[in-house]
Structures are given as C-alpha cells and as structure tokens.
C-alpha cells in the first residue's frame, strides 16, 4: 500500500536566533502541503539565558556538559520558550501546531548518557539523553488528527528524568520511528546552502553524500566539526528507511535544494 507523505523539518538554533531566515523558514514551513513535523533546537538562547543567570556553560566536542543547573536552563528554554514561541507563530500561520518534548505522551524514551573518553579524558556529560526508541504510533495518531508536533530537544528516561538530547538525534530518530507510518523526507535546516567542500565558499555545496564519500570526506578533513554527528544522524535515517533526507538552507527547504544524503 503506498504511504502518504510526511515531511520533518529540523530547525537549528542560529536560525532560531535569526528573526529574519526564523520568519521566512516558518512562513515556508506553513505552505508545505500534507503531513509535516518541526523539531528544533535552540542552544544559542540557552547560552545566553544561563549567562544572565549566572550559570556557565560548558562544552566538550561541540556537546553541552548538562549539569543539574543546566538541566533547569535548557528545560525553560528548549521546553518553554523557544517552542511556545515557535508553536504561537505556526498558529499565526494558519498551522494547527502542537508543542512536545519526549516526555509528553512518552513520545521519546532516553538513557542518561555513560561517561566516555573524548581526547583521552573521561567526560560526564551529566543530563544528556540518548535516545532508546521514539514512539511513531503515538505520533502518527496526532498527525492523523491534524495535529502538527513541534518537538523540543528533551527527552526523559521513565523514571521521571527530563534529559537535554541533541536535536538532530532528535529529528533522525523521529524521522524512522515515522519511516513505518509514512514516505519521510527529513530536511535538516541551517545557516548554509547544504555540506560545503570549502568551507570559505558557501556555493561548493556537496550534491550528494553516500557512507562511502562520507568516509572519504571525513578522512581527508573536508568534513570536520558539528557537520560529523549531522550527517551521521543523516545517514542513519536512511539506512533505518527514510526515504530522503536533505541538509540545506533555512530558506530552501522545498526539496529541490542543498546536499542529499544517499544510501
């Protein structure tokens, strides 16, 4: 039987800081025909509401070390201001949203994160999530319903612990819990044009990524950074099932544009 379409847009927080590329992505998002989920990020206004609270930030790798004092932080704003605020303004837009971490409804169950080695010291990551299962029936029923979800960067674990998880993790997990359910197209959208090969030229954009050019890319350092555990996450929703998976502009998110992930 042929599945109905679904797309998932992932929105990271230097466009959700950006008022300009957040009106035009939200703007763009309302005119996607059919079944659709937003799943965002927001570690920028994180940042800055611990440094008016007095509470430093620490980072490891590109990951936020989520101590009990974090934890408090990023809850108020990944939770609450940030996708309130976006879920007010899709309403604006004429779409039905609904906001949810993976607490609400039990939609996505995580483990606290073990310590691990990163550059030969031991790191705690503390409240960090990652992720067990996402619950695509749970999901799909409110989609089903008209519903719209907008789903923040929080998990929990069932035993009554809210966790801060990354939100691409976030948004590949939940793209192949829906994978059964649906024909999904993941668009993971940011500041740039799609994967660049120089990162100085923001027109070399890399057409098309399989696991085996991702090796090579990563070998040779074209691909470094916050751009590994993306296209990792990518990579894993289409070995997983998802249909397409695409990293691309904030303002291009129809499909046609930015670096596809391929199996």
Request: hydrophobic residues 45%; glycine residues 10%; negative net charge.
């Amino acid at each position: 039987m042929k599945k109905e379409q679904l797309t998932i847009v992932k929105v990271g927080g230097a466009v959700v800081e950006d008022e300009a590329q957040l009106t035009h992505l939200l703007s763009d998002f309302a005119a996607i025909e059919g079944r659709k989920v937003l799943v965002h990020g927001g570690g920028r206004k994180a940042t800055k509401m611990a440094e008016r609270l007095g509470i430093e930030t620490h980072m490891v790798g590109g990951r936020r070390i989520t101590d009990a004092a974090m934890l408090e932080v990023v809850t108020m704003v990944y939770g609450g201001l940030v996708n309130k605020n976006l879920v007010a303004r899709l309403q604006a837009n004429g779409v039905n949203a609904l906001g949810l971490t993976g607490a609400d409804a039990d939609i996505i169950r995580s483990h606290r994160r073990p310590p691990r080695m990163v550059d030969g010291a031991t790191v705690d990551y503390g409240f960090v999530g990652d992720v067990d299962r996402a619950d695509g029936e749970a999901l799909s029923r409110l989609i089903e319903a008209g519903i719209v979800p907008v789903v923040a960067p929080l998990t929990h674990d069932g035993q009554g612990h809210i966790l801060n998880t990354n939100a691409d993790t976030m948004a590949s997990e939940t793209a192949k819990a829906l994978a059964y359910h649906y024909d999904v197209t993941l668009i993971f959208a940011f500041e740039k044009k799609g994967v660049l090969s120089n990162p100085d030229d923001d027109n070399s954009v890399i057409a098309v990524i399989t696991p085996e050019l991702f090796d090579r890319y990563k070998a040779d350092g074209t691909i470094t950074g916050g751009m590994l555990p993306k296209i990792e996450n990518a990579l894993s929703a289409v070995e997983a099932g998802v249909e397409r998976v695409i990293i691309t502009l904030s303002t291009a998110i129809d499909g046609r544009h930015g670096t596809v992930i391929s199996r």
